[in-house]
């Protein structure tokens, strides 16, 4: 076999995992939105096809029976308030960092490495008492700070390589123009890192939009609870209306999948950028 017909052979396979792994991402996606428009009956009977007679009803009765106008406002404002306070604070931070020369400073970006290896679900029931001596149980400022908080460490990851890769001397011209040092950060440096800031802005809001744990621990009120807490409101110990389910969940996966696709171009750009610099 030449090495011409052993690149095409490769090619070929490379072609084909390409698909089958697409296919197994796309497939449990569609076959979702397809599961939303049938009867409870055909769901059982009809699996994998579909529907021969669409339920459009199934939208309606989501939407009013999880009360999900209500919980879309409660998972913007959260995911909303709580990227207010993560890209300026990861910002800043990241750019000390990657910029400045201070004590101790090697040690405090390894302590925040470290927080990016500890898993949320152990730091869960220290959080919950926090919240909790602090009053910030059953309230979205509570939520914003823990999700904030949560995020710093991958934030800052992200933002340094970001802030290494650019040349100092873009910061020491505009100082010498008479702009301070914070003044060469927000007028030169931060629009440089536009995908560094994409990245965050998808990476952790989509991550906050689907956080379930702590906002099942945070939140007891029926008025305060959040997307990912009203999907779980569908299931039952005894039965589970499967369409039903599957037209909420529709409806909250639509913005994400809209949001990915129109920034996915940044989202590559930065997830590229920060694994090979720095």
Same mark, same amino acid.
């Given at each position: 076999m ?10 070929? *396979?490379?072609? #084909? ?29 009809n699996?994998?096809?579909i529907?021969s ?9 989501a939407?009013k ?10 998972s ?25 020369? $201070? ?11 470290l ?12 959080? *919950?008492?926090?919240?909790?001596? @602090? ?28 802030? #290494?890769?650019?040349?100092?001397e @873009? ?19 931060l629009p ?19 956080e379930? *744990?702590?906002?099942? #621990? ?15 409101? $569908? ?18 996966t639509?913005?994400?999948?809209? #949001?990915f ?5 940044? *989202? ?11």
């Open positions: 030449t090495y011409k017909q052993k690149r095409k052979l490769a090619a070929v *396979f490379w072609g #084909i995992l390409l698909v089958f792994m697409f296919i197994l991402c796309v497939y449990p996606i569609v076959w979702m939105f397809l599961g939303s428009f049938k009867d409870s009956g055909e769901f059982y009977t699996i994998w096809g529907s007679s669409p339920q459009f009803i199934n939208y309606v009765n939407w029976e999880g009360e999900l106008g209500q919980k879309f406002i409660n913007l404002l959260i995911t909303g308030g709580s990227l207010l306070v993560i890209i300026p604070v990861n910002c800043c931070a990241a750019y000390a960092i990657a910029r400045l020369r $201070f004590r101790y400073r090697a040690a405090i970006y390894t302590l925040l490495l927080g990016i290896m500890i898993p949320s679900g152990v730091l869960g029931i220290p959080t *919950f008492t926090v919240a909790m001596k @602090l009053g910030l149980l059953n309230s979205r400022i509570g939520l914003i700070l823990i999700y904030a908080a949560q995020s710093i460490a991958m934030g800052v990851f992200i933002m340094r390589a970001f802030f #290494i890769s650019l040349p100092k @873009l910061e020491e011209a505009a100082m010498i123009d008479g702009c301070s040092r914070f003044g060469s950060f927000v007028r030169v440096i440089l890192t536009k995908a560094g800031i994409m990245t965050q802005v998808i990476f952790n809001g989509l991550t906050i939009w689907n379930y *744990f702590m906002a099942n #621990i945070m939140i007891t009120k029926p008025e305060m609870k959040t997307l990912p807490l009203a999907i779980a409101s $569908f299931t039952s110990k005894h039965t589970t209306n499967y369409p039903t389910l599957f037209a909420a969940l529709s409806i909250v639509l913005p994400v999948i809209l #949001i696709v129109l920034a996915q171009k940044s *989202f590559i750009e930065g997830m590229s950028a920060g694994s090979i610099k720095g």
